[in-house]
């Protein structure tokens, strides 16, 4: 696929000292993002407030709007009005996004979901972290389909993954989610923000078809339809409901097995391709530890004391948490002994490393409720004891 490359007045080239937040609003500035919609949720908020000041100045617009359900909702019609957009929000809003995120997968929708995780259930803990809607995030809408999940673990990296979510949605023609944390979206450090040259996008796949010979939802070979610019003669249905090529409902079982086995298809088909880790010290590893987002970098603290203990551990730091990479923890339980899973929850991704390690290594959750992040003297000592017997 042909890149082209980012708008060179968009882009604020240069160093700048900046949190998470911030960031990743001028990471989605970057990727060519030119409609958001988003209702004022803490700690995400500020994502949207930066992006409603610079809208003006990069030829965007900010809609806040009633709720999270229109949020979520308007930012799928834009898209379909040929808008790159996204929305900003916290677990209680990520939840009532629900519906539309499965909207968003039975239409194709390319689109962007940035959800600042904080302590949960309900109301739960607004100001302070938690990494608890990992799993929300695959499976938080009924049905089947697919999903591409990034976790950034600095502010550098809020910049970085917003451009590669933009991308991957042009790309597959599906909802993408950059799950940040609390800590990660309010953590200010240095941001090099690179020229518009250097940042290669992926443009949306447009028909060249005539109006009279397009069918919105027939795969090109790759099995991902092209679409249609709005405003020029193309009139079709887009639906919820299962259809055909030609957008509309075809309710019986042939239609259904052949529409989802391409909507899932798209995503697994291409798992290795997408799939991207950070591995630290991985390469004696006896125990593997696996974290994201700020949790990673406490874990990676705990690495280097252990190390210093001559305990060989290794840190994976899945950086495209969906599809978890899967294939990775695969190889490495033919060398490790033991995979310590650190996350703030109760657990969660653990269940995926545990699938992948199909019980040739032991795994051992270190869990944590949120509210604060973990002490590397806490991971420390897990790795003490699995360390006695690995």
Same mark, same amino acid.
Request: aromatic share 8%; glycine share 8%.
């Given at each position: 696929?042909?890149?082209?490359?980012?708008?060179?007045?968009?882009?604020?080239?240069?160093?700048?000292?900046?949190?998470?937040?911030?960031?990743?609003?001028?990471?989605?500035?970057?990727?060519?993002?030119?409609?958001?919609?988003?209702?004022?949720?803490?700690?995400?908020?500020?994502? %949207?407030?930066?992006?409603?000041?610079?809208?003006?100045?990069?030829?965007?617009?900010?809609?806040?709007?009633?709720?999270?359900?229109?949020?979520?909702?308007?930012?799928?019609?834009?898209?379909?009005?040929?808008?790159? =957009?996204?929305?900003?929000?916290?677990?209680?809003?990520?939840?009532?996004?629900?519906?539309?995120?499965?909207?968003?997968?039975?239409?194709?929708?390319?689109? %962007?979901?940035?959800?600042? !995780?904080?302590?949960?259930?309900?109301?739960?803990?607004?100001?302070?972290?938690? !990494?608890?809607?990992?799993?929300?995030? $695959?499976?938080? =809408?009924?049905?089947?389909?697919?999903?591409?999940?990034?976790?950034?673990?600095?502010?550098?990296?809020?910049?970085?993954?917003?451009?590669?979510?933009?991308?991957?949605?042009?790309?597959?023609?599906?909802?993408?989610?950059?799950?940040?944390?609390? =800590?990660?979206?309010?953590?200010?450090?240095?941001?090099?923000?690179? =020229?518009?040259?250097?940042?290669?996008? %992926? *443009?949306?796949?447009?028909?060249?078809?005539?109006?009279?010979?397009?069918?919105?939802?027939?795969?090109?070979?790759?099995?991902?339809?092209?679409?249609?610019?709005?405003?020029?003669?193309?009139?079709?249905?887009?639906?919820?409901?299962?259809?055909?090529?030609?957008?509309?409902?075809?309710?019986?079982?042939?239609?259904?097995?052949?529409?989802?086995?391409?909507?899932?298809?798209?995503?697994?088909?291409?798992?290795?391709?997408?799939?991207?880790?950070?591995? $630290? !010290?991985?390469?004696?590893?006896?125990?593997?530890?696996?974290?994201?987002?700020?949790?990673? $970098?406490?874990?990676?603290?705990?690495?280097?004391?252990? $190390?210093?203990?001559?305990? *060989?551990?290794?840190?994976?730091?899945?950086?495209?948490?969906?599809?978890?990479?899967?294939?990775?923890?695969?190889?490495?339980?033919?060398?490790?002994?033991?995979?310590?899973?650190?996350?703030?929850?109760?657990?969660?991704?653990?269940?995926?490393?545990?699938?992948?390690?199909?019980?040739?290594?032991?795994?051992?959750? %270190?869990?944590?409720?949120?509210?604060?992040?973990?002490?590397?003297?806490?991971?420390?000592?897990?790795?003490?004891?699995?360390?006695?017997?690995?």
């Amino acid at each position: 696929m042909n890149l082209v490359h980012a708008d060179p007045k968009t882009v604020l080239t240069g160093a700048h000292f900046m949190d998470g937040n911030h960031a990743a609003c001028e990471g989605a500035i970057a990727a060519g993002a030119n409609f958001a919609a988003g209702y004022p949720i803490t700690p995400s908020t500020e994502i %949207v407030e930066r992006f409603a000041a610079r809208a003006p100045l990069v030829g965007a617009t900010f809609l806040q709007m009633e709720d999270e359900l229109a949020s979520s909702i308007a930012i799928l019609g834009a898209a379909w009005g040929g808008a790159k =957009s996204f929305t900003v929000t916290s677990g209680p809003g990520f939840s009532l996004m629900m519906e539309h995120i499965g909207f968003a997968a039975m239409t194709e929708t390319p689109s %962007v979901f940035v959800d600042v !995780q904080r302590g949960g259930p309900s109301t739960g803990l607004p100001t302070l972290p938690a !990494q608890a809607d990992m799993m929300q995030a $695959r499976w938080g =809408s009924h049905g089947d389909y697919e999903i591409i999940a990034l976790s950034p673990s600095s502010p550098q990296e809020c910049f970085d993954v917003m451009i590669d979510a933009f991308n991957f949605a042009e790309r597959y023609r599906n909802p993408v989610f950059v799950m940040m944390d609390e =800590s990660v979206g309010h953590m200010t450090e240095k941001v090099v923000i690179p =020229s518009a040259d250097r940042v290669l996008l %992926v *443009p949306r796949r447009y028909t060249c078809l005539p109006p009279s010979e397009y069918l919105p939802f027939k795969p090109s070979p790759d099995g991902i339809p092209e679409m249609a610019r709005m405003g020029q003669g193309y009139h079709f249905h887009v639906t919820g409901l299962t259809h055909d090529a030609s957008g509309y409902p075809a309710i019986n079982a042939q239609t259904q097995q052949e529409l989802l086995s391409r909507l899932v298809g798209k995503i697994r088909n291409d798992a290795d391709k997408i799939a991207r880790a950070e591995e $630290r !010290q991985i390469e004696d590893a006896r125990i593997v530890l696996v974290a994201y987002g700020i949790t990673a $970098r406490v874990a990676l603290r705990a690495v280097q004391l252990a $190390r210093e203990e001559r305990i *060989p551990a290794g840190l994976l730091r899945p950086i495209v948490v969906w599809p978890f990479p899967e294939k990775r923890i695969r190889e490495l339980a033919g060398q490790a002994k033991a995979f310590i899973v650190v996350e703030m929850n109760q657990g969660q991704i653990v269940h995926e490393v545990e699938r992948g390690v199909a019980g040739r290594a032991r795994t051992v959750l %270190v869990p944590h409720a949120g509210g604060a992040v973990h002490r590397p003297e806490a991971i420390l000592e897990v790795i003490r004891e699995v360390a006695q017997w690995a």
